[in-house]
């Protein structure tokens, strides 16, 4: 049995009565009975004793039918009260009632259970029956929900206004046993997400479609109550379901609606973004982005339009160009980053130089092998500004791109770079901080600057050469530099009836300007010896030096020379600067090259033998006088131009020997060349064939290294299984991927596949499987011709910067000048370029459009 708490009380003076008196009826009345308003579900309700002190025992009146269950009796007296004697109003039958004490000597005071609002003032309770009014009912709002209420006779003497207040703090702490034991209730979160209709405020929660179709229910109206049972009943109530199918019915068209607006946003967003691709591939200059969208909408582009949905969102400042950019820089990083994490290895080329706002700035490019196409790829990677031009900065700096692009230092099997020091040196420069990390490094000084220092050099040791360098370039001077001597220039060629060939000038740093310089002056040699002698007559003395040279023998025939040699070496260089060039394409091309040059110190070349045996014929050349001038000492002028033409030749000959020596790595690397495989029926040369150059590799790759920092670098390649493996890859090449049939102009020939061809033919497309067959040999062969033989990748990036940092664009940051170096660089078609990718990234952000 529960007993209750002792409630406190208040001391009793002449001027404070005890609370039992309020409730103290006149002696003369007659007991009023208890009504009893309670269902026949409800469960007994304990009978409140509210007599005083002084009062006699009243009996308990027991109005319940013989089904009842007994009511125990609520005893509401305190510990000093004498025992009132409990009156037995049941039949013989009835089974014995024990009387509830629900009090104990420790309990706190049992508060007063309130049914009105919060914002409600206590209203005391009166009693305005007469004596002869029958007792009146107890009204019951509780909800169903509520846990039964004891009923407490409140009738009050109406003389003791006083008191009333009083009987009302009585009527607060008399609360039953079940109230007492039902902790507060708090509103769950995780009912929003159970309830997709429910809808919580902070005070009150609500049916959200209900309250929006207009329905009557307590929950559109909103409730404290916060019950999961109420919220598991209002389902199936008519109001919802009502609500429910007009929200269900107008569902559709509200779908509809949405697609309609994200179709808009998505249209918008990438006409955007291809405006802004368009002006940095074009190389515009980003201030003209927004005039190009106004020019757009002006001619009824509705994407375009859609950019102004809000009242004042344009989408036209620089901001929004620059967030555009980053999207579309995104994509291409990703694609990039992707394909080089997937491919077994690279190779990286590094170049510095200073743009035009005196920057320095490091380059970095790199070349991989595209997995699932077998493809070799070289492409832009960074550019990054850089304090000085440092070895230990500029490797610093490269470091720090290989990681932001998660690329190990392992990874990187070449290094492409020019020849200075700072990059070449195996001590410490660039080369060396790279061996100290990777020893299987290959650092490859670029061909193509090779090329041009070996002619460079041998023209400086010759003065006969060196002077019709000067001849080439007094020419341009000149004419070039003067608008009206151009202008007269032109109108003579047209007299003429000459093709003009714009007039170049030579530059000592550009592998090609000195071939075409040369040949621009033989092209117009007419027009220049006819323009040079009306100037010379008029008495100009620069014009009276160019015409004398112009018309002898010696210089023009060094000209001729210079020209059928810059011919071979410029070919050789346009080879060199190919893309995706290999070694064994160096290989071949140098030696064609060598073999062109040994044969003019025999045999005049083309250019050269037309001169002469035109002079030595006519004595004109080109309709135009040729004076056989007798040099210094009377040397005869032919036999002068034979003498120089030798030593020239000569000079240029070992220094190409001595900048392309025959390095044995790289010559094994030929193993990969069908075109150097034996014939197809004899197998017995095939079996023997290659074993040495295969040899030389993997000494190189399959074997342990030790860096100057005395780390121990694992091999790439496992001998034993790459030994075993190549000779069925040489039976698969010399029958299957030597080569094709093809047909140029009607004439078919036999061309043998060139290693990179020969890999993508091998392990591509239908042809995959053979990269898990010949997997060391395939490893193998990507770690040879993913070399960088050369570094033009890295000065068509500065051309590039160049071109976007101009003179009026100097403030472009490193950042910015990147991106626009991507975007520019990779030239990706418009149709090719994935710009739902980037309208995916930029509406990442719901704010925009």
Same mark, same amino acid.
């Given at each position: 049995m529960r007993k209750r708490g002792k409630a406190p009380t208040r001391k009793r003076g002449k001027a404070q009565p005890a609370i039992s008196s309020f409730f103290k009826k006149s002696d003369h009345d007659p007991p009023a009975p208890t009504v009893d308003t309670r269902s026949d579900? +409800? !469960? /007994?309700? @304990? =009978?409140?004793?509210?007599?005083? #002190?002084? $009062?006699? *025992?009243?009996?308990?009146?027991? &109005? %319940?039918?013989?089904? +009842? !269950? /007994?009511? @125990? =009796?609520?005893?509401?007296?305190? #510990?000093? $009260?004498? *025992?009132?004697?409990?009156?037995? &109003? %049941?039949?013989?039958? +009835?089974p014995p009632a024990p009387t509830v004490d629900t009090r104990s000597d420790q309990d706190p005071p049992a508060p007063t259970v309130d049914t009105r609002s919060d914002q409600d003032p206590p209203a005391p309770t009166v009693d305005t029956r007469s004596d002869q009014d029958p007792p009146a009912?107890?009204?019951?709002?509780?909800?169903?929900?509520?846990?039964?209420?004891?009923?407490?006779?409140?009738?009050?003497?109406?003389?003791?206004?006083?008191?009333?207040k009083k009987a009302s703090d009585s009527e607060e702490n008399v609360t039953s046993p079940s109230m007492q034991e039902e902790p507060d209730r708090k509103f769950c979160q995780s009912w929003l997400a159970e309830f997709e209709w429910l809808v919580y405020d902070g005070d009150v929660m609500y049916c959200a479609w209900c309250r929006q179709y207009k329905q009557t229910?307590?929950?559109?109206?909103?409730?404290?109550?916060?019950?999961?049972?109420?919220?598991?009943?209002?389902?199936?109530?008519?109001?919802?379901?009502?609500?429910k199918a007009a929200r269900d019915k107008r569902q559709p068209s509200v779908i509809r609606g949405m697609k309609e607006v994200d179709r808009k946003r998505a249209g918008a967003a990438e006409a955007a973004l291809r405006t802004v691709y368009w002006l940095v591939k074009e190389e515009v200059a980003n201030r003209k982005y927004a005039s190009l969208l106004e020019l757009q909408r002006e001619q009824g582009l509705a994407e375009v339009k859609n950019l102004n949905a809000g009242r004042n969102a344009t989408h036209t400042s620089p901001t929004t160009f620059n967030e555009l950019l980053r999207c579309l820089n995104e994509v291409v990083e990703r694609r990039v980053t992707r394909e080089v994490n997937?491919?077994?290895?690279?190779?990286?080329?590094?170049?510095?130089?200073?743009?035009?706002?005196?920057?320095?700035?490091?380059?970095?490019?790199?070349?991989?092998?595209?997995?699932h196409t077998a493809?070799?790829?070289?492409?832009?990677?960074?550019?990054?500004?850089?304090?000085?031009?440092?070895?230990?900065?500029?490797?610093?700096?490269?470091?720090?791109?290989?990681?932001?692009?998660?690329?190990?230092?392992?990874?990187?099997?070449?290094?492409?770079?020019?020849?200075?020091?700072?990059m070449s040196s195996d001590m410490n420069g660039v080369t060396g901080l790279l061996h100290r990390d990777n020893p299987f490094a290959l650092a490859v000084h670029c061909v193509c600057h090779?090329?041009?220092?070996?002619?460079?050099?041998?023209?400086?040791?010759i003065p006969q050469i060196k002077s019709t360098s000067l001849l080439v370039d007094s020419i341009y001077n000149y004419i070039m530099l003067s608008p009206n001597r151009l202008a007269e220039f032109n109108a003579l060629v047209d007299v003429l009836g000459e093709e003009y060939l714009k007039l170049k000038h030579s530059y000592e740093i550009r592998w090609l300007s000195m071939g075409e310089a040369v040949r621009s002056v033989i092209e117009n040699f007419r027009s220049l010896a006819v323009y040079?002698?009306?100037?010379?007559?008029?008495?100009?003395?620069?014009?009276?030096?160019?015409?004398?040279?112009?018309?002898?023998?010696?210089?023009m025939g060094l000209l001729h020379l210079l020209a059928d040699v810059l011919d071979a070496t410029n070919h050789l260089s346009k080879i060199f600067q190919y893309r995706d060039i290999t070694f064994s394409v160096l290989r071949s091309e140098l030696n064609d090259c060598l073999e062109i040059l040994e044969g003019m110190r025999g045999v005049d070349g083309i250019k050269l033998a037309r001169f002469v045996t035109s002079v030595q014929d006519t004595g004109n050349y080109l309709e135009t006088p040729i004076t056989m001038r007798v040099g210094r000492g009377g040397q005869d002028p032919v036999e002068t131009l034979n003498a120089v033409k030798t030593d020239f030749l000569d000079r240029l000959l070992d220094n190409l020997r001595a900048r392309f020596p025959q390095l044995d790595l790289l010559d094994a690397m030929k193993v990969f060349e069908p075109q150097q495989y034996p014939d197809d029926d004899d197998n017995i040369a095939l079996a023997y064939w290659g074993r040495h150059e295969l040899n030389v590799l993997l000494n190189h790759y399959a074997e342990d290294k030790v860096s100057r920092d005395g780390n121990i670098c694992e091999a790439y390649i496992n001998r034993l299984m790459c030994e075993g493996q190549f000779g069925a890859?040489?039976?698969?090449?010399?029958?299957?991927?030597?080569?094709?049939?093809?047909?140029?102009?009607?004439?078919?020939?036999?061309?043998?596949?060139?290693?990179?061809?020969?890999?993508?033919?091998?392990?591509?497309?239908?042809?995959?499987?053979?990269?898990?067959?010949?997997?060391?040999?395939?490893?193998?062969?990507?770690?040879?011709?993913?070399?960088?033989?050369?570094?033009?990748?890295?000065?068509?990036?500065?051309?590039?910067?160049?071109?976007?940092?101009?003179?009026?664009?100097?403030?472009?940051?490193?950042?910015?000048?990147?991106?626009?170096?991507?975007?520019?660089?990779?030239?990706?078609?418009?149709?090719?370029?994935?710009?739902?990718?980037?309208?995916?990234?930029?509406?990442?952000?719901?704010?925009?459009?």
């Open positions: 579900q +409800d !469960p /007994p309700a @304990p =009978t409140l004793d509210t007599r005083s #002190d002084q $009062d006699p *025992p009243a009996p308990t009146v027991d &109005t %319940r039918s013989d089904q +009842d !269950p /007994p009511a @125990p =009796t609520v005893d509401t007296r305190s #510990d000093q $009260d004498p *025992p009132t004697p409990t009156v037995d &109003t %049941r039949s013989d039958q +009835d009912p107890t009204a019951d709002t509780r909800s169903d929900q509520d846990p039964p209420a004891s009923t407490v006779d409140t009738a009050v003497d109406p003389r003791s206004p006083k008191k009333r229910s307590n929950l559109a109206t909103g409730t404290r109550s916060f019950r999961k049972t109420a919220l598991q009943k209002h389902p199936p109530t008519g109001a919802h379901v009502t609500a997937a491919s077994p290895c690279v190779a990286i080329g590094i170049d510095e130089s200073t743009d035009r706002s005196s920057e320095k700035h490091v380059v970095v490019v790199v070349r991989y092998v595209r997995v493809e070799l790829i070289t492409t832009f990677l960074k550019c990054e500004k850089v304090n000085d031009g440092k070895a230990p900065t500029i490797y610093g700096t490269t470091r720090a791109v290989l990681d932001n692009y998660g690329i190990p230092v392992r990874k990187v099997l070449g290094l492409g770079m020019d020849g200075a020091a700072v090779r090329l041009q220092l070996a002619v460079s050099q041998a023209a400086k040791n040079t002698e009306e100037q010379a007559a008029e008495g100009d003395p620069v014009a009276i030096g160019l015409h004398q040279q112009l018309t002898s023998f010696l210089p890859f040489k039976q698969a090449v010399a029958t299957r991927y030597k080569g094709e049939q093809r047909e140029e102009n009607g004439v078919a020939w036999f061309h043998y596949y060139r290693p990179n061809e020969l890999l993508e033919k091998m392990f591509a497309g239908d042809n995959a499987y053979n990269q898990r067959i010949f997997g060391e040999v395939f490893k193998l062969m990507c770690y040879s011709l993913v070399v960088l033989v050369s570094n033009a990748e890295a000065e068509r990036v500065f051309s590039c910067q160049n071109r976007i940092k101009t003179k009026t664009r100097t403030l472009l940051g490193i950042e910015q000048l990147d991106r626009l170096i991507r975007l520019s660089y990779a030239k990706i078609p418009m149709a090719d370029f994935d710009f739902a990718a980037a309208r995916e990234i930029y509406l990442q952000d719901p704010r925009r459009l």
